[in-house]
């Protein structure tokens, strides 16, 4: 009787010290990915842009401008290309833009940068990166200058802004809650630039860190 008691024991703490090894190797695993870089996009490898629609000035009356995004593929190289045509009206008012939506919210809080990997060629070199929250009719955005060579561009999640057409606004940026992601041009009515013609944003990854 005293075997076979001391034997169930035996049994009960095995299997809880397997439970505690299993908790501790799994809170491990989770603390782990929060520290490591989340992939939004690896154009180099097997990420796609199907899933991307386009978001320019043309939704509006008079607006003019276009976008596309492509890969861009041969037997050594992998990117994906965003061209934008910029068509400004007289007050330099254009945009011309690509995103996608997620079939759920992302949750970029648990990190603090944007990068943004790609080179310019062409009329201009301001882009934007364009983010949105589920509940709110604006957008959040942050734009940067590109170069001609590839480079990582890092964009800090504290400096999205929210905008409402163009304008800026007070609406708080929620990072525990995106809903799109998109690349934008635009022609700058009411920022200290402007800029038109034609683009092409060569991209090869976006990641978190």
Request: glycine share 8%; charged share 20%.
């Amino acid at each position: 009787m005293g075997d076979t008691a001391s034997s169930h024991c035996a049994r009960v703490a095995l299997m809880y010290g397997g439970l505690l090894i299993l908790i501790l190797r799994l809170g491990a695993a989770a603390a782990q990915s929060a520290d490591a870089p989340y992939v939004l996009f690896n154009w180099t490898d097997s990420s796609t842009t199907s899933e991307f629609y386009e978001v320019s000035d043309t939704v509006r009356t008079t607006g003019m401008s276009k976008a596309s995004l492509g890969l861009t593929e041969s037997r050594e190289y992998r990117w994906a290309t965003f061209l934008a045509v910029l068509n400004p009206q007289a007050s330099s008012a254009c945009f011309a833009g690509m995103e996608t939506a997620y079939n759920e919210t992302l949750d970029f809080s648990p990190y603090q940068v944007m990068v943004v990997n790609g080179r310019i060629q062409g009329d201009y070199a301001i882009m934007k990166i364009v983010l949105e929250n589920p509940t709110e009719a604006v957008t959040f955005e942050q734009f940067f200058k590109a170069d001609g060579g590839f480079s990582d561009y890092k964009l800090p999640l504290a400096d999205f802004e929210c905008h409402y057409r163009g304008d800026a606004c007070s609406v708080p940026f929620d990072p525990s809650k995106i809903r799109t992601f998109g690349v934008q041009a635009a022609g700058g009515v009411y920022e200290t630039f402007t800029q038109s013609g034609v683009a092409a944003f060569e991209m090869q990854y976006v990641y978190l860190e």
